[in-house]
C-alpha cells in the first residue's frame, strides 16, 4: 500500500509540476502579448507626440510673422521689428538651452537620495560595530 501511496503522491507533485509549468508558460505568453501592446502603445504615442510638435512649431513660426507684422506697423520699420522679435525669441532660446544643460548635468542627475541613504546605513552599521 506505501508504493501506491508514493506512487500517487509522485503523480500528484509530477501532475503539480506539469500545471506549475503550463501556468508558466501561459503566464509568459500574456506577458509577452501585454509587452507587445505597450510597446505599440508607446509608438502611437511617440508619433502623437511628433505630430503634436510638428504643428506647434507652425504655430509658433505664423504667430512669430503676426508679431513681426503686428510689431512693424508700430516701429514703422519691418526689419527693425522682425531684429525685436528675432532678439527676443534668441534670448529665450538661450535661456531654455542652458537650464536644459544645467539639468542634464551630471551632478543634477546624480542619485543623490541613494548616497544619501547608502551613507546612512554606514553610519548604522559602523556605530553597531563600534558600539
Known amino acids: 500500500m506505501s508504493a501506491n501511496g508514493n ?3 509522485q503523480g500528484l507533485v509530477g501532475e503539480a509540476l506539469r500545471e506549475s509549468t503550463d501556468l508558466a508558460q501561459k503566464e ?8 507587445t501592446q505597450n510597446v505599440r502603445t ?40 522682425a531684429l525685436i522679435v ?12 542652458l537650464y536644459g544643460r544645467h539639468a542634464m548635468s551630471a551632478s543634477t542627475l546624480a542619485p543623490q537620495r541613494t548616497v544619501r541613504s547608502l551613507k546612512r546605513d554606514a553610519e548604522v552599521l559602523s556605530e ?4
Not at 511628433?50 to 512693424?72: K, Q, R, S
Not at 527676443?88 to 538651452?97: H, K, Q, S, T
Open 7 to 9: 506512487q500517487t503522491i
Open 28 to 35: 509568459f505568453a500574456l506577458f509577452r502579448n501585454e509587452m
Open 42 to 81: 508607446i509608438f502611437i504615442g511617440l508619433a502623437m507626440v511628433v505630430v503634436a510638435a510638428i504643428f506647434a512649431i507652425a504655430a509658433i513660426m505664423l504667430f512669430t510673422d503676426a508679431l513681426v507684422n503686428w510689431l512693424a506697423t508700430v516701429v514703422h520699420s519691418e526689419a527693425l521689428a
Open 86 to 97: 528675432g532678439g527676443i525669441m534668441a534670448v529665450i532660446a538661450i535661456g531654455l538651452g
Open 128 to 131: 553597531r560595530v563600534t558600539g
